[in-house]
C-alpha cells in the first residue's frame, strides 16, 4: 500500500502476527486466472444509499412499508437547492430526511437488520464470511420468502455489494472550505500530485443520477398475497406436560453423566428419553414448514450446556473466541471479551466441531458427535408444544434465556474508552439499532457462561439463547426427512443467541451456514448414543 511516495505500509504487525507468513498452499483462488473487473452499468461511482439501494426499496418495498418506524419510502430528485441535505446535484426529499445528521428514514428503518462490526472493532483479521451478507437478518427475512418478495439478480448483487461495504449510506461529503481551500477540488489537486490520476466523484454521482432520472420512474410492486395452507400434524401422547416429561428422565436411572476429555476438563451431559413429537412449524412457516411427526427412537446423552471455550481447547487449543465489536471509535481495548473459559465457544465452523466430537470419540471410547436436528429440537422442547420450552414468544424470557433484550442499548457506547451513553445523547438514536425486545431485562448484554437461566425440565441450559447451535443435518427443505441421502451445501444451525429476538429463537427456528464458515454468535453442544 503506497502512502507517499517512496513510503509502503503494511496491515502486517496491527491485523496479523508480524512474525508470521501466510501458509504456502494451494487454494483454489491460485488456480485459476483472476476473475475479469466489470464496470457496472453507470461507470464507476461512489456507492450511494440512495442511488443504488433505494431504487430497491422503491420497487420491492414500499408498497406495504410506507408508514411508522419501518416507512422506506425515499424519493431522489434533483436540486440546487443548498439549503437541503445534498450531494452533487441529487438529494432525498427533506420530508424523508433525517433532521439530525441526514440520513434518510429508509436507511434508519433497513441498516439495522445488517450484520457488521463497528468502525473500529476486533483488531485481527475476521474470519472468512464472518460478517458474510448471509449472517445479516435483512438477507435471511428475503430468503425466506417474506410475503413472496422477490429481487432481481442485479437487486440480489447489489444489495450483497452494500452489506460487503459495511452498509454505507453517504459515500460522500458536502463542501465547505477549511483554511482557505475548497476541499473538493484540495483532493483532486492531491490526487493529481501523489497518485497521479483524478477522480471527480461529484460527476460520477451527477452522471449516474442523470442515467437514473432518464429511465422510467420505478412502481412500487406488491406481491399477490400469497395463501399457503399446511396439513395439521398430530403425534401420539404430545405436547407433554412438564411434570410428566420430568418424570420420563427421571424414569431412566441414571440420568446425569460426566465425560471426562482431560485430566481436568469434564462434559456434564443429561440424558433425554425417547418418543414422539411434532417437529417444526406450521405458523411461523417458510423455512420451518411443513411440520412432521418425527420418532426419537432411543434415549440419549446431550450437553447439559453448549461447549465451552476451557472445553474446545483441550482439542483445538488454538481457538480464541477473540471480542465481540464495540461499535465506536477511540477504543482502549479490543472489545468486549467473548474468551473467558466457561463462555461457550463460538467462531467454530461445523468442521471444527465435528472434529472436535471424532476426537472426543477417540479419548473417550464413546460415540460422541453433533446432534440431529431432530434430536436437538426434541430436547430443547422437553415436551412442549410451544414456541418456546417455558411458553410462547410473548412470554417474558428474562428468566430463561439470554436473547436480545434491553441490555442490548449499551452497546450504544461513545468517548474514549467508550462506555455506555446516556439516552440524552443525540447519537443514541443512531447507535442504539440492534433490533431487540426493550420491554425485556434478561441482565446479559453478550453470551455469558452456562447455567446463567433456568434450564429445561429436562436440565438442559440455554437451548434457544445465549449462542444458536450447530447440528450434523444437512439445511434442506422441510418436510423433514431423518432418512433422506440428500447433500446441501448448507448445515442446520439451530437455536436462538444474545443477538436474537423471540421470533427468531422459537424451537422450530432454523438457518443454514456453511460448513467451513464461522459466525460471533453460533457453538454447539454435543450428544452421546450408545
Given at each position: 500500500?503506497?502512502?507517499?511516495?517512496?513510503?509502503?505500509?503494511?496491515?502486517?504487525?496491527c491485523h496479523e502476527n508480524q512474525n508470521s507468513i501466510v501458509p504456502p498452499k494451494r487454494v483454489a483462488a491460485s488456480m485459476k486466472a483472476p476473475s475479469k473487473v466489470i464496470t457496472p452499468e453507470g461507470g464507476v461511482r461512489p456507492?450511494?444509499?440512495?442511488?443504488e439501494i433505494q431504487p430497491i426499496l422503491n420497487r420491492a418495498c414500499i408498497a406495504c412499508h410506507n408508514k411508522g418506524s419501518m416507512d422506506m419510502r425515499g424519493e431522489m430528485k434533483a436540486t440546487n437547492d443548498s439549503e437541503i441535505k445534498k450531494v452533487g446535484s441529487w438529494t432525498i426529499n427533506p420530508e424523508e430526511m433525517d433532521a439530525y445528521y441526514g440520513f434518510s428514514k429508509s436507511y434508519l428503518a433497513i441498516h439495522p437488520f445488517v450484520s457488521r462490526q463497528g468502525p473500529e472493532a476486533d483488531a485481527l483479521v475476521m474470519k472468512p464470511y464472518e460478517y458474510h451478507a448471509s449472517t445479516s437478518e435483512l438477507v435471511k427475512i428475503l430468503k425466506n420468502n417474506h410475503h413472496g418478495v422477490k429481487l432481481t439478480d442485479a437487486e440480489w448483487r447489489t444489495l450483497y455489494a452494500w452489506i460487503d461495504m459495511n452498509a454505507p449510506f453517504h459515500s460522500s461529503f458536502r463542501q465547505y472550505d477549511l483554511?482557505?481551500?475548497?476541499?473538493?477540488?484540495?483532493?483532486?489537486?492531491?490526487?493529481?500530485?501523489?497518485?497521479?490520476?483524478?477522480?471527480?466523484?461529484?460527476?460520477?454521482?451527477?452522471?449516474?443520477?442523470?442515467?437514473?432520472?432518464?429511465k422510467p420512474k420505478v412502481e412500487p410492486v406488491k406481491p399477490p398475497k400469497e395463501e399457503i395452507t399446511y396439513k395439521a400434524v398430530k403425534a401420539k401422547h404430545w405436547p407433554i406436560a412438564a411434570a410428566d416429561a420430568v418424570e420420563m428422565q427421571t424414569s431412566l436411572g441414571e440420568n446425569s453423566m460426566e465425560l471426562k476429555i482431560s485430566d481436568n476438563v469434564t462434559i456434564k451431559l443429561r440424558k433425554v428419553p425417547s418418543g414422539e413429537f411434532v417437529m417444526g412449524n406450521n405458523v411461523f412457516g417458510h423455512q420451518c414448514a411443513p411440520e412432521t411427526r418425527v420418532k426419537i427412537d432411543k434415549p440419549y446423552w446431550i450437553g447439559e450446556i453448549e461447549i465451552t471455550n476451557q472445553q474446545f481447547n483441550v482439542v483445538f487449543?488454538?481457538?480464541?473466541?477473540?471480542?465481540?465489536?464495540?461499535?465506536?471509535?477511540?477504543?482502549?481495548?479490543?472489545?468486549?471479551?467473548a474468551n473467558r473459559p466457561l463462555q461457550p465457544v463460538i467462531r467454530v465452523s461445523q468442521r471444527e466441531a465435528v472434529e472436535f466430537c471424532r476426537k472426543i470419540s477417540e479419548k473417550t471410547g464413546m460415540k460422541v458427535s453433533l446432534p440431529t436436528e431432530a434430536q436437538w429440537e426434541w430436547a430443547c422442547r422437553a415436551g412442549s408444544n410451544g414456541d418456546f420450552w417455558y411458553g410462547n414468544s410473548n412470554t417474558d424470557?428474562?428468566?430463561?434465556?439470554?436473547?436480545?433484550?434491553?441490555?442490548?442499548?449499551?452497546?450504544a457506547v461513545s468517548g474514549v474508552n467508550p462506555q455506555p451513553m446516556s439516552k440524552d445523547n443525540p447519537w443514541f438514536r443512531y447507535l442504539n439499532f440492534i433490533p431487540k425486545v426493550a420491554t425485556v431485562d434478561d441482565g446479559s448484554m453478550l453470551l455469558v457462561e452456562g447455567k446463567g437461566y433456568k434450564p429445561?425440565?429436562?436440565?438442559?441450559?440455554?437451548?434457544?439463547?445465549n449462542v444458536q447451535e450447530w447440528t450434523r443435518s444437512e439445511y434442506l427443505p422441510y418436510p423433514y426427512n431423518p432418512k433422506t441421502k440428500e447433500v446441501s451445501e448448507l448445515k442446520t444451525i439451530k437455536g436462538g443467541s444474545w443477538m436474537s429476538r423471540p421470533k427468531n429463537?422459537?424451537?422450530?427456528?432454523r438457518d443454514g451456514y456453511y460448513e467451513w464458515q464461522r459466525a460471533n454468535n453460533v457453538g454447539f453442544r454435543i450428544v452421546v448414543e450408545d
Open positions: 500500500i503506497t502512502a507517499m511516495p517512496g513510503e509502503t505500509v503494511s496491515c502486517v504487525g456507492f450511494v444509499f440512495a442511488l483554511n482557505g481551500f475548497n476541499q473538493i477540488e484540495r483532493r483532486k489537486e492531491l490526487s493529481r500530485k501523489y497518485n497521479d490520476f483524478e477522480v471527480d466523484w461529484v460527476k460520477e454521482i451527477e452522471d449516474y443520477t442523470t442515467l437514473l432520472n432518464s487449543p488454538k481457538h480464541d473466541n477473540r471480542y465481540i465489536a464495540q461499535m465506536w471509535k477511540d477504543h482502549t481495548g479490543p472489545g468486549y471479551e424470557f428474562a428468566p430463561y434465556e439470554n436473547l436480545a433484550d434491553v441490555q442490548l442499548e449499551k452497546m429445561n425440565p429436562w436440565g438442559l441450559y440455554d437451548m434457544q439463547g429463537a422459537i424451537a422450530a427456528y
